[in-house]
């Protein structure tokens, strides 16, 4: 078996840098969070009316900007609403396409980290899974068409990954949208705007948000992609039993509660005895060769 450090190398690999730039994203969210508060600030001091007709250049503007999002794929379901929208728009209708289009530039770069996940982690679960082939018996060698096998399993993850990138930046939308709507049309100068919308994005003092949720969406994408493959390359490999890893110094109580735990490949549930164990889990596990053990020992 590979040695604890090494595979803390291979999962910094995974959830690390390289994949789920978490600095990017913070990046973007404040950047989003700057232009929108650009936008509801110049509306508010226009003293623009929210159902006033919209100028007819700010919407070409806006629609040629959609159009050339929607070449995205992934970003089709949330760009066709806005277009949908901006039929008759009203100033207000084209203020909250304004406030949207940051937004969605930040889950067009979300989509980009799934598609690198689910490029990336085949070939490092297969350079890992070939070092550790080399210290097991020859029945557990790695097959022919592994590397290919391993991508088609990660497919079956991606659709849901991308589906809750756009969930979850939508939700945001419309939060935001109702944050904006109240903010032109109050009276009230203590509404305090740009504080609530801070924590929308942020999470304010407390973190998350939606910056921490996109983190959170990667994150767990990347964990049950790398696990889904693993068990793809147990099978592929003849591997039985498989050992259950807590490998970080800040892993959970119920996670700590499994490390070191024996089962059946057959008998894997996520989770319950095989990772993800909930969102942002980094466990992981490893194959073992001896058969006399009984499941969950």
């Keep these: 078996m590979l040695s604890k450090s090494k595979m803390q190398k291979i999962l910094k690999e995974i959830y690390g840098a390289n994949l ?27 003293d623009s009316n929210w159902s006033g007709k919209a100028n007819k250049d700010d919407i070409e503007e806006i629609q040629a900007e959609l159009n050339e999002l929607s070449k995205d794929n992934n970003l089709v379901p949330l760009v066709s609403v806005m277009i949908a929208n901006l039929q008759n728009a009203t100033a207000g209708d084209v203020l909250q396409a304004r ?3 940051p937004l969605i530039k930040v889950a067009q770069q979300q989509h980009r980290m799934i598609d690198n996940v689910t490029t990336d982690v085949p070939k490092l679960l297969s350079k890992y899974s070939k070092l550790q082939a080399q210290e097991m018996s020859n029945n557990h060698k790695v097959p022919p068409n592994y590397d290919e096998l391993l991508t ?6 991606w659709d849901e990954a991308h589906l809750s990138i756009n969930r979850d930046i939508n939700y945001t939308i419309q939060r935001i949208k109702q944050v904006a709507k109240q903010a032109a049309s109050a009276t009230d100068d203590n509404l305090n705007y740009a504080k609530r919308i801070d924590k929308i994005l942020t999470g304010g003092k407390v973190g998350n948000g939606a910056s921490g949720r996109a983190q959170s969406i990667i994150r767990t994408f990347a964990s049950r992609a790398l696990n889904e493959t693993t068990f793809a390359s147990y099978k592929a490999r003849g591997i039985q039993y498989y050992r259950f890893l807590a490998l970080e110094s800040n892993t959970c109580a119920e996670c700590q509660s499994m490390d070191g735990k024996i089962f059946k490949v057959d008998d894997a549930a996520e989770g319950i005895n ?5 969102i942002n889990c ?16």
């Design 20 to 46: 789920i730039d978490r600095q990017t994203l913070d990046r973007l969210f404040n950047s989003s969070e700057k232009e929108i508060l650009g936008y509801l600030t110049s509306f508010i001091a226009n």
């Design 99 to 101: 406030i949207s289009l």
């Design 152 to 157: 088609k399993m990660i497919r079956n993850s």
């Design 274 to 278: 095989r990772p993800p164990i909930h």
């Design 282 to 297: 980094q466990c992981w596990t490893v194959p073992i060769e001896n058969t006399n053990f009984v499941s969950g020992s």
